[in-house]
């Protein structure tokens, strides 16, 4: 399979705990977005990456929450001292470089339950 | 906030086609039109986009008009497997990226 993978598929953990998720995209994708899911909502944008490099990140974003992409390949997103308002459906997905005429393509994400 | 506004329910009857609308009155002249589906507990599924001409791929088509102020999803014989959530997207550009920015899309009901 030569899609977006996300791992895990589905995370629970103790409020108060911290938790990391991995993303592997497209391969030779440079570009890579974090979004988050709630039940009945559409995904919100988080954060972005060309390449290594963090360009835009949401106010979503708390301090407890980072993401990191070393190689420009894979990227991780790490949430700190988890919270029950941090349970969500986290995705990622990657798109090659290009202006607004291209494509994301979405994995299946992780389903974060914090309890 | 999301540039595009959609019915929020829309229901089908399985080897019809459904045409779903979106309004999108306030696109810019570069922005593309995006149409995205996500199915229960699935991530979205990219489906097709446009800018002011009218698409078509394997999936469905895409129907611009000519004001570029709304457009519509066609999925020409549509299955029970189409039952999903659909996204009409105007992406806005972000430093050399791109946010799409969903709304609560359209859920489309196919019935046997």
């Known amino acids: 399979d030569t899609g977006v993978s996300q791992d895990p598929r589905h995370k629970i953990t103790k409020r108060g705990q911290n938790v990391t998720f991995r993303c592997d995209p497209i391969?030779?994708?440079?570009?890579l977005y974090w979004y988050r899911q709630t039940l009945g909502q559409g995904p919100e944008f988080l954060t972005y990456f060309q390449n290594e490099a963090q360009l835009e990140k949401s106010r979503l974003l708390s301090d407890r929450f980072s993401a990191e992409r070393p190689k420009g390949s894979f990227s991780t997103l790490e949430i700190q001292r988890t919270e029950q308002g941090d349970s969500a459906m986290y995705l990622c997905?990657?798109?090659?470089?290009?202006?607004?005429?291209?494509?994301?393509?979405f994995g299946q994400g992780t389903r974060l339950t914090v309890v | 906030d999301a540039k595009t506004t959609q019915p929020p329910s829309m229901d089908c009857a399985e080897g019809r086609a459904a045409n779903l609308p979106c309004n999108h009155s306030t696109i810019s002249g570069n922005e593309y039109v995006y149409w995205y589906r996500q199915i229960h507990s699935q991530g979205p599924q990219y489906i097709i986009h446009?800018?002011?001409n009218n698409e078509t791929n394997e999936m469905a088509s895409l129907i611009i008009t000519e004001d570029r102020k709304s457009s519509t999803l066609i999925l020409p014989h549509a299955t029970l497997r189409d039952t999903a959530v659909y996204y009409c997207?105007?992406?806005?550009?972000?430093?050399?990226?791109?946010?799409?920015?969903f709304g609560p899309g359209t859920r489309l009901s196919v019935l046997p």
């Open positions: 997905a990657s798109s090659a470089l290009g202006g607004l005429n291209t494509e994301a393509f």
């Open positions: 391969s030779e994708h440079n570009r």
């Open positions: 997207i105007v992406s806005s550009s972000i430093n050399y990226g791109q946010n799409f920015v």
């Open positions: 446009g800018l002011k």
